[in-house]
């Protein structure tokens, strides 16, 4: 015959609690917020699709969030997301300026200026923000990804392996 499949000591051990942890649901949640996150991270960046040219300077240390001034590969002229016209674009900067608390440092203003933009445009923007009195004015670039030999001239750098996929040049 067959014994009991529990043990029968007083009903103890009758229902025991489970002692795994489902991870399923866990699991789902969290990849339902990496989609969300992964969709709503490029929105949360500035609005005017510029490309910016590469550089392998340091980033700054910015105590808080700067203004920013794009222009557009058509030229045209952004304050954070709106279009603004070149002589109204102080303007608005003074009444943004004015809009601070006193004791705070001025803001900074960072001009991103795309790629395919003629250089004169963007140093046009740059000194109508520094003429309107505007001290703290920089340019961005996209940051480039430097490799452990980015230091190293360009002759001493051995030839880098071509990607997968690609013929060498």
Do not use: H, W
């Not at 025991?16 to 929105?43: G, Q």
């Not at 795309?114 to 309107?132: F, L, N, Q």
């Not at 961005?140 to 980015?150: F, S, T």
């Amino acid at each position: 015959m067959a014994g009991p499949l529990m043990k029968r000591g007083g009903g103890r051990g009758r229902y025991r609690p489970m002692s795994e942890i489902n991870v399923t649901p866990f699991v789902d949640v969290m990849l339902v917020l990496l989609i969300i996150f992964m969709v709503a991270a490029p929105m949360m960046t500035s609005g005017v699709p510029v490309d910016l040219p590469r550089t392998s300077a340091q980033p700054l240390n910015q105590e808080q969030e700067p203004l920013t001034i794009s222009v557009d590969p058509q030229g045209r002229i952004f304050l954070q997301e709106t279009e603004v016209q070149l002589d109204g674009l102080v303007t608005q900067l003074q009444a943004i300026g004015q809009t601070q608390q006193a004791g705070q440092p001025e803001r900074r203003i960072f001009v991103r200026g795309d790629r395919a933009i003629s250089y004169g445009r963007v140093m046009e923007v740059m000194g109508t923000i520094s003429a309107g009195g505007f001290t703290r004015v920089a340019l961005l670039a996209e940051q480039a990804n430097p490799g452990p030999r980015a230091a190293a001239p360009a002759a001493a750098r051995p030839a880098a392996p071509a990607p997968r996929g690609t013929a060498p040049r």
